[in-house]
């Protein structure tokens, strides 16, 4: 079966670093995609990682390691702004159908 | 980055009416779109995948002849809820791809209400 797994909570203060971590098990796998969703809007897109290792965008970096099915997202410099739910989604099939995880709420605190 | 357009943003209609639901990709061919649920809360939950000019292809559990989806072009797709009732009032979002990418581009969804 398919099955992607995310911590539902983490608090972190302004301006420190935060890691979230998810792991997948599914039946075919073309990339990991990590999206921001604020409360009653759409999710935005933040990273993606198809091969091993870590990509780097500003304040956002994702990490994936294929052979221990294993991803995170590493928020630096957090800023209130960034309070919001983090969706991690494997892509699984040829159509780019996305398996996503329960969303790990982050809260933000001054 | 590329841009998806959903309408109506909220819509509000009584129990036993349809609604439609029109995705759009504006500045790309969407090769594939998809159709998602959103209770609140909750993850974002796949109905459909809908490839251009073929049927939709509905994950397990949705109900086809209730949940119509039309992808007639490469920059549209619709979906039309039909006979609404209260336990369909939730948050719909589309996304689309293009045959380059994996990515998907979400639309800023619709949150219908039934009456």
């Known amino acids: 079966g398919q099955n992607i797994d995310q911590p539902t909570e983490m608090t972190a203060t302004e301006g420190a670093i935060v890691q979230i971590n998810c792991t997948y098990q599914?039946?075919?796998?073309?990339?990991l995609f990590w999206y921001q969703q604020h409360a009653g809007e759409a999710p935005t897109f933040l990273s993606y990682n198809v091969l091993d290792g870590l990509e780097e965008k500003g304040r956002f970096s994702s990490f994936l390691s294929r052979s221990k099915g294993y991803s995170y997202l590493l928020l630096k410099e957090l800023q209130m702004k960034d309070s919001a739910s983090y969706l991690c989604?494997?892509?699984?099939?040829?159509?780019?159908?996305?398996?996503f995880g329960a969303g790990t709420q982050v809260v933000v605190t001054p | 980055g590329a841009v998806v357009s959903q309408h109506p943003s909220r819509v509000i209609c009584k129990s036993g009416t349809s609604v439609k639901i029109e995705c759009r990709s504006l500045d790309f061919q969407a090769t594939t779109m998809f159709w998602y649920r959103q209770f609140p809360k909750q993850s974002l939950m796949l109905m459909a995948t809908s490839n251009e000019g073929s049927k939709a292809t509905y994950e397990q559990g949705v109900e086809k002849d209730k949940f119509l989806i039309n992808h007639a072009s490469l920059t549209l797709s619709t979906l039309t809820v039909t006979s609404a009732h209260p336990e369909d009032s939730s948050f719909y979002i589309c996304s689309a791809r293009a045959a380059t990418s994996y990515e998907q581009y979400f639309g800023p969804g619709t949150r219908l209400t039934v009456t």
């Open positions: 599914t039946s075919g796998f073309n990339g």
């Open positions: 989604a494997a892509s699984t099939d040829s159509w780019g159908k996305f398996q």
